[in-house]
DNA sequence: AGCTTGCCCGAAAACCTTTTCGGTCATTTT
DNA sequence: AAAATGACCGAAAAGGTTTTCGGGCAAGCT
């Protein structure tokens, strides 16, 4: 193991020790770790090396402590597969700084209590923010107003509208997922989504719808509303094809749908994109990647989102914090399955 | 947002301030609130009702410096997608018990640099303890001497062979696998792998391999390497049913690499299961549950190889700890492609 | 030479909780 | 009635760091 031979018992260097070690008092050792001024230089290298001698690390906790504040954050999730708190956290890692300010991950698995158990021993290990990752996009009670850090919540809103939270924008997602198939030539589109029952499928839907009448086009046949499945893809695909055998895009509420889609597709023999061209939704690599042809998609930038609520998270900490509901530009990310009709 | 009101300059209530609202000593406050005996129990319902009146939350820091733990552990990943390591830390916080043991989630996005740099910031915050998660499971560096609290290495072993490590055991897989395919009655197996250059290919292949050899069977062909893709698989299940039409089984390195097979069995005309099952591994839903006819697969238990993780790291911070690799069973995940020949 | 100025350094307080040890008070025993 | 017992409570120290403030000392100035 990592830990050095019969380092068991051997505590940690601390402070005094360093500034023993190097002949001078704690606080002179401290302030020449931290780059204070009145500290004469080759006192400072004196330091410097007994700190490295002793393989000295500050604790971060007596620090918080006294500073009132612990360089943490906690990230609160209930998105089991991580598909959307991961790179959220690694945005939030990015913004924060690495090292700088550490995160603690917590999965609540959609369970009330178990979140108000991990809230506790965040607010008890006194992090100095928190960020509340939805599972879906669709507003999620506020946590309980005994919590006197700020939070942020991303990708699902909060209820409360006084407080911040950062969402994708997917009403423009969906109109820009219309208008790069508009742009591709193609004038008879079909939308089949996702469970009608989240925000996001009726977003993205209402976006593209309007996106359509604007260019002046008609839909071809009704949206069809489903599960986020493979499943409902590979059948809405068929009923739209035994329906509208002139439809020429296909936007899909999810990559997953998006690949049912391709399958029935291949099928019936149309051709994507030559046909019919297909468009998914989040962006999820191992599916649109290994899609074939590969699978164009809209993209999140979840990413980007986490990093914007790290940001807004480290105002909200030291300034006043904005408040209500902020959106975050989507972006298509174009492969093989949409392409210029010739 | 969750932040009362005015509450910005009220500095979140104290053992000294419950103490005084309930009028004893911290002393009696502290003993109150721990459950310690010796207090009257008059006393400890006056300050559980001061705390609860004033929302007192002990603060975890001051809490870790005196007892001389923080109740933290870190878990280091180098895993981008998250695949093998939330699993792990869902598996973690079961093991720790919600609350008792928060986790620190990093990301050192197989950046050498970076993960010093994390390590360094969880040491410095005094965790008691650290699981590093690797990204595949070829053994990877341990981490620096300088940590000196116990380490466990999950999925991807520590080349140190003093360390702690906890893996998946890959060659029982790939027997366990072949196994299940001849219980189906197939008897003409091939294997399409992923990436040689991963040992969990190569031990996956090898047990494989041992399987058919007690059973008494030839395998049919070579075993394929090649990429963890869907496009390798279906290029490669198209060689094997060129050279060697009469298989009636494939073992695939990965669910991705099955996907690409399904692909190809179906454009050839090959019903799955009746004429040719086939297998995945990793048991990732989003790939097995949507195939058509779902999935069969092998599921490396991967949560409760973090909790067997946490168990260990609990036993290393008190106790002396294990050392070695030590692996952990599969399982295998039964669905339709897979099927008793009748 | 005596005074001021400015540079370094050290003592001590503060952060918050837990635990130990000693003290107070009421109750019981002789 | 005096002493002993036991139950309950409070004072204080400890844990490691940062910051403030005051003191010592050398150099420069009159």
Redesign the pocket.
């Known amino acids: 193991m990592a830990r050095p031979t019969g380092s068991r018992g051997a505590?940690t260097a601390?402070?005094?020790d360093v500034a023993k070690l190097a002949?001078?008092?704690?606080?002179?050792?401290?302030?020449a770790?931290?780059n204070?001024?009145?500290?004469?230089a080759?006192?400072?290298a004196r330091v410097l090396d007994a700190a490295a001698q002793l393989s000295?690390?500050?604790?971060s906790l007596?620090?918080g402590?006294?500073?009132?504040r612990s360089g943490t954050v906690g990230l609160l999730t209930s998105d089991l597969v991580g598909r959307f708190s991961l790179p959220i956290l690694m945005g939030a890692e990015d913004a924060f700084g690495a090292g700088q300010v550490s995160v603690f991950l917590c999965d609540a698995r959609g369970d009330a209590i178990r979140e108000r158990h991990h809230v506790q021993a965040l607010v008890s290990r006194r992090v100095d923010g928190l960020i509340v990752v939805g599972s879906s996009t669709d507003p999620r009670p506020a946590l309980a107003d005994a919590v006197d850090v700020p939070v942020v919540y991303a990708y699902a809103p909060s209820e409360d509208p006084d407080d911040l939270s950062i969402v994708p924008d997917n009403v423009e997602a969906g109109r820009m997922a219309v208008e790069h198939l508009i742009a591709c030539g193609r004038t008879r589109i079909a939308h089949i989504s996702g469970d009608r029952d989240y925000s996001a499928a009726r977003d993205r839907v209402a976006g593209a719808t309007a996106a359509l009448e604007e260019a002046g086009l008609e839909p071809v046949g009704q949206v069809s509303y489903g599960t986020w499945s493979e499943g409902w893809g590979r059948a809405a695909a068929g009923l739209v094809l035994d329906r509208h055998p002139e439809v020429d895009a296909v936007l899909c509420g999810s990559d997953q749908v998006a690949r049912g889609v391709l399958d029935t597709l291949r099928e019936r023999g149309r051709a994507v994109p030559d046909d019919v061209a297909v468009m998914g939704f989040d962006n999820w690599e191992v599916l649109t990647v290994g899609a074939r042809p590969q699978l164009t998609s809209v993209d999140m930038n979840l990413e980007e989102l986490g990093r914007a609520a790290a940001r807004a998270l480290f105002d909200a900490i030291d300034d006043e914090h904005d408040r209500g509901v902020q959106t975050m530009q989507c972006r298509i990310v174009i492969r093989g399955s949409t392409a210029p009709l010739n």
């Open positions: 505590r601390t402070l005094s002949g001078v008092s704690v606080a002179t050792a401290s302030k770790l931290n204070r001024n009145h500290v004469h080759q006192t400072r000295f690390s500050p604790n007596a620090r402590l006294l500073a009132g």
